[in-house]
Antibody, heavy 120, light 109 residues
Framework: QVQLQESGPGLVKPSQTLSLTCTVSGGSISSGGYYWSWIRQHPGKGLEWIGYIYYSGSTYYNPSLKSRVTISVDTSKNQFSLKLSSVTAADTAVYYC????????????WGQGTLVTVSS | DIQMTQSPSTLSASVGDRVTITCRASQNISSWLAWYQQKPGKAPKLLIYKASSLESGVPSRFSGSGSGTEFTLTISSLQPDDFATYYCQQYNTYSPRYTFGQGTKLEIK
């Protein structure tokens, strides 16, 4: 059974960089042709896709966040990471990591989510 | 951007009812539509992919239909565990590749 687990600071100061890591267990991040995404949900609101990475390192980002987002992968640790720079209060959200199986174009496994609050 | 509009925003129903939630895309997305269920404090759970394919382990009372720009999620006989918020999600080859509907909250009448 694949499991995803987000980790990182729950509080980030405005203008700083938000950094989160997703650890994948129960399967290799390098196998199966999966894409690995970050998705966020503002408090009480809907879902916003941030971007994805393939195990090879190729990425694709939401244009609305592209200038501030970097997603990277560490296959040796079976992890992928999110960095979001120059954060403001508008970036306060629950951040999820998720897996997209080949040919699905949607997300079958999700982490439990981690709340990141941007505040001084 | 492709906009996804769900209706209704809130739906009140009783156990045993048949309910339908609609999702409309602002452009043709073929069958690249998924449905999720989310309960408070939890991650979304995939129910339906490719508009009508039931995800493994999801009860058969859930079904999806549609193509192009109009899609529906139907729950044939509501169970107590089904009261939650439901989201649709589209995929397309343009940016952004994935967008979600605003959600439909299914409440107990």
């Amino acid at each position: 059974q694949v499991q995803l687990q987000e980790s990182g600071p729950g509080l980030v100061k405005p203008s700083q960089t938000l950094s989160l890591t997703c650890t994948v267990s129960g399967g290799s991040i390098s196998s199966g042709g999966y894409y690995w995404s970050w998705i966020r949900q503002h408090p009480g609101k809907g879902l916003e896709w941030i971007g994805y990475i393939y195990y090879s390192g190729s990425t694709y980002y939401n244009p609305s966040l592209k200038s501030r987002v970097t997603i990277s992968v560490d296959t040796s640790k079976n992890q992928f990471s999110l960095k979001l720079s120059s954060v403001t209060a508008a970036d306060t959200a629950v951040y999820y990591c998720a897996r997209e199986p080949p040919g699905y174009n949607c997300f079958d496994y999700w982490g439990q989510g981690t709340l990141v609050t941007v505040s001084s | 951007d492709i906009q996804m509009t769900q209706s209704p925003s809130t739906l009140s129903a009783s156990v045993g009812d048949r309910v339908t939630i609609t999702c409309r895309a602002s452009q043709n997305i073929s069958s690249w539509l998924a449905w999720y269920q989310q309960k408070p404090g939890k991650a979304p759970k995939l129910l339906i992919y490719k508009a009508s394919s039931l995800e493994s382990g999801v009860p058969s009372r859930f079904s999806g239909s549609g193509s192009g720009t109009e899609f529906t999620l139907t729950i044939s006989s509501l169970q107590p565990d089904d009261f939650a918020t439901y989201y649709c999600q589209q995929y397309n080859t343009y940016s952004p590749r994935y967008t979600f509907g605003q959600g439909t909250k299914l409440e107990i009448k």
